[in-house]
């Protein structure tokens, strides 16, 4: 066929796509439980959206997005990442004080396609909007790692930095320019260009990661205001037992973070140059977008990436499989629905084959174990047999969620 998906896109079929179910179906929990309301914003927004809210200088704005003009001659874009559609919905609405919640879909970056880095990838994320305190900040960055470590995520290690606000950054910039304008000829191409935008981008640069690895940290500018928040941060994550170590040369990709910048990085895989998500609190972004000041911290996680760093498992796609002798399809149904009602997830052949063949489709899917209707049926029993030892029983069938849930 000459048809295929575009280049740097998936298609996610089964089995592989078994594993992200549950990661997302486990993201959607853990949210929850934290108390995270779920958002949905479009999945395209008006240029300046990210243009503003990503930043101007910043390597997705200026090389990475998806820019069209639709056909009432509006300049729309693919969502590069999910922070600035939501913090537009948040003013758009209206919303005052705080609003915690969680996102999870597409998002569209122009970029080579390597493994865990595809032009449409798959984030979940969540943003804390409203409050400025550091309990926020180590709040969401616990979440983060408790989600990537239950997920199976060998080693997982938070990395973090702050950057300083408004009151200490540009000093510490300053600083930083005057330190690179020193060694700009050790400096890739790209990175003299970005040099005079946004020193603070240079430091992102992998090419230039041993010119930069004496560089000036803006952990040694910070304000008092600042040292304090980011001591809390610190104070709270020790207490809530997560793992982390201070990187004075994170700075994130994107012009909007103030003060803490994070990511999250495994040891499986090249996981430990590439981060599977992370973020950072952006009190500036909203006034950028046009709106009053409002306070948040968020985080994003790659999904493709994490896929990619946890055991594969060989989920089963069910776990019971109903296989009936050559009478008895119609009761075969019967108990299907049985079991669907009791949340078992359980399946069959669409059509009558032989039992060989139901066993052999019982296998392929995983099931644990198989219930054979058969005669049996008209004294109220069916067979069940385990798929890993081969042992069977015959029981009522009323008893077969128990029978599963004890076997
Ligand atoms: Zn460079
Ligand atoms: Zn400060």
Redesign the pocket.
Known sequence: MSLRAPKGTDDILPPASRVWRRLLNAWEQMAEVYGYDLIMVPIFEMTEVFSRGVGESSEVVQKQMYTFDDKGGRSLTLRPEGTAGVVRAFLQAGAQGVMKVSYSGPMFRYERPQAGRRRQFYQVGLEYLGSPEPDADAEVIELGYRYLTSAGVPDVTVRLNSLGDAACRPAYVEILRSWLEDRRSL??A??QQ?LDLNPMR?LD?K??ADVVAEAPSPVDSLCDACQAHFASVQERLVADGVRYLLDPRLVRGLDYYTRTAFEYVGSALDSAQTALGGGGRYDGLAEVLGGPPVPGVGLALGIDRIVLSVPDPELPAIDVFVANTDTRRAEALLMLGELRSSGIRSDNLPDQRSLKAQFKAADRRGARAVVVVGDEWETGQVVVKRLDDGSQETIAREEIATWLKSH
């Open positions: 400096l890739c790209d990175s970005t240079v640069c090419i230039c």
